[in-house]
């Protein structure tokens, strides 16, 4: 199975603060990666498919880069509702694999 | 609007059974992929299976394989997924989520929680 390596697995940000998260595939999985936000005691929400297409109805300060092993998701302006847990996902291969998840917190 | 409503969780003792449900509404359900992942206590998220629109595919975690099994009733518009020989590491929130064209997962259940204990 491929391994999903989410970087940092935490931080701490302020409102409107750019954040950067990283995810690693053990092998190359093309564009087949998403993101995904997760509020406490909620159902996940998809951001970002194919690595980059951002997901409708989902605001434009989220984006999604990378192709191969290497991604990243960026928040460009850090909003109260993103504090928040994000989970990467790769869909190149059954099974499909999560990262471990990046816990964003107030600073 | 796509609602996805999962039912039949519970606590069950090791070794145990239950049958999950996931009635779906508001999309052509033969036409999408369909997906279960689970969340452990204060863990993260886990895929467990994946079953394709026609039924025909089924995918499983490592995890799960030869307990777990996936299906589903297209006339009832239901996702299942049996779980047999129960252990105390399937303790989980159970969600079911329906495949954004064989991707992602754009819609999600509000889970429903499984607890094996004795």
């Known amino acids: 199975a491929i391994q999903m390596t989410q970087s940092p697995s935490s931080l701490s940000a302020s409102v409107g603060d750019r954040v950067t998260i990283t995810c690693r595939a053990s092998q190359g999985i093309r564009n087949g990666l998403g993101w995904y936000r997760q509020k406490p005691g909620t159902a996940p929400k998809l951001l970002i498919y194919a690595a980059s297409s951002l997901q409708s109805g989902v605001p434009s300060r989220f984006s999604g880069s990378g192709s191969g092993t290497d991604f990243t998701l960026t928040i460009s302006s850090l909003q109260p509702e993103d504090f928040a847990t994000y989970y990467c996902l790769q869909d190149y291969n059954y099974p499909r694999t999560f990262g471990q998840g990046t816990k964003v917190e107030i600073k | ?118």
């Open chain 2, 1 to 118: 609007e796509v609602q996805l409503l999962e039912s039949g969780g519970g606590l069950v003792q090791p070794g145990g059974s239950l049958r999950l449900s996931c009635a779906a509404s508001g999309f052509t359900f033969t036409s999408y992929a369909m997906t279960w992942v689970r969340q452990a206590p204060g863990k993260g998220l886990e895929w467990v299976s994946g079953i394709s629109g026609g039924g025909g595919s089924t995918y499983y975690a490592a995890s799960v394989k030869g307990r777990f099994t996936i299906s589903r009733d297209n006339s009832k518009n239901t996702l299942y997924l049996q779980m047999n020989s129960l252990r105390a590491e399937d303790t989980a929130v159970y969600y079911c989520a329906k495949d954004l064209r064989e991707q992602q997962f754009d819609y999600w259940g509000q889970g429903t929680l499984v607890t094996v204990s004795s």
